[in-house]
């Protein structure tokens, strides 16, 4: 008896232990891939700087969701840049996804996946500097003022290409030419002055169509975006002055930093955006009034 005992149990520890194994077996990391078109990038490819990068990325969770896309740039000298580090939660992702060359040589363009087991996996490709790359022009235009959601006298939209500010009448005609707007709040107990764009609105986020509700009306909400991380890597006054050129501009924005506005958009700050056609540019503030029915005066240097 005992021993079919001993015999009974040893078969039930070991049908435990060959369903585990081939439960673990069956965790399978997540598959990715380029795109094939022509139209996107290639590996080995040579663009020039301020070029697009037109990466296309397919994803497939094979044994549960993906949870985290990654896109990170390998310098030849080792090191790391994060472009795009994003949650989501989903058997499959099919991505467009646009950058922009950069002044560095050579780059090793990664992508990876992890899924909900915390397994992962990567794809890479590598991109060169055109060497006979030159940098391009800038439009300069030294002094803009902009009003608040409740200043009469000045414009809240601006079209940053040539410097034209519109109120809303005129913004509504030329919705397509609209890459900011500005707007006035208190965030945490602080005034703040606040850079925004039209397309705010579609990027969870309602300040922008609160104090100007009739840009849910618009049939283009232009979408610039803002790296936040000036306060950490603050451009001096004096090399914003002296671009001649847009290679200031392509160096001072890091995409993983870009938002959908810049809080406390105040008097010095010197501010790195895109805009939704892939243009740089830096704002300069030269004033920022804190009440509603107040202007904030900018300088500002965009790629032509």
């Known amino acids: 008896m005992k021993k079919i005992l001993y015999i009974t149990a040893s078969i039930f520890f070991i049908s435990i232990f060959i369903f585990s194994c081939k439960k673990d077996e069956e965790k399978i990391p997540p598959s990715i891939n380029f795109k094939t078109s022509a139209n996107y990038t290639q590996n080995n490819g040579v663009v020039?700087?301020?070029?697009?990068?037109?990466?296309?990325?397919?994803?497939?969770g094979n044994s549960t969701e993906i949870t985290n896309f990654t896109i990170k740039k390998v310098l030849e000298n080792g090191s790391v840049i994060t472009v795009m580090d994003t949650a989501l939660?989903?058997?499959n992702l099919d991505l467009n996804k646009i950058c922009y060359q950069n002044v560095e040589d050579k780059?090793?363009?990664?992508?990876?996946?992890?899924d909900r087991n915390h397994l992962s996996s990567e794809i890479s490709m590598v991109v060169?500097?055109?060497q006979n790359s030159t940098f391009g022009g800038i439009f300069y235009y030294p002094s803009i003022k902009l009003g608040y959601q409740n200043n009469t006298q000045y414009g809240h939209f601006l079209d940053p290409y040539t410097g034209t500010v519109y109120f809303e009448d005129s913004a509504t005609t030329n919705q397509s030419k609209i890459d900011v707007l500005c707007y006035y709040i208190v965030s945490n107990n602080l005034p703040s002055p606040v850079l925004s764009s039209p397309g705010e609105m579609d990027n969870f986020s309602t300040e922008a169509q609160t104090y100007y509700p009739y840009i849910a009306n618009w049939t283009t909400r232009k979408y610039t975006l803002w790296d936040i991380s000036v306060d950490d890597s603050p451009i001096s006054e004096s090399a914003f002055d002296a671009a001649q050129n847009d290679s200031l501009l392509i160096v001072s924005y890091n995409d993983v930093w870009g938002k959908k506005k810049f809080k406390w958009a105040t008097s010095g700050k010197i501010i790195p955006f895109i805009t939704s056609a892939g243009k740089k540019g830096l704002v300069k503030v030269k004033n920022a009034d804190n009440t509603d029915n107040g202007t904030?005066?900018?300088?500002i240097k965009i790629q032509q």
């Open 107 to 114: 780059v090793t363009w990664t992508f990876s996946v992890m």
């Open 89 to 91: 939660y989903s058997m």
């Open 128 to 130: 060169y500097k055109d």
């Open 48 to 60: 020039e700087v301020g070029g697009v990068l037109y990466f296309g990325i397919q994803a497939r």
């Open 296 to 299: 904030i005066e900018i300088a």
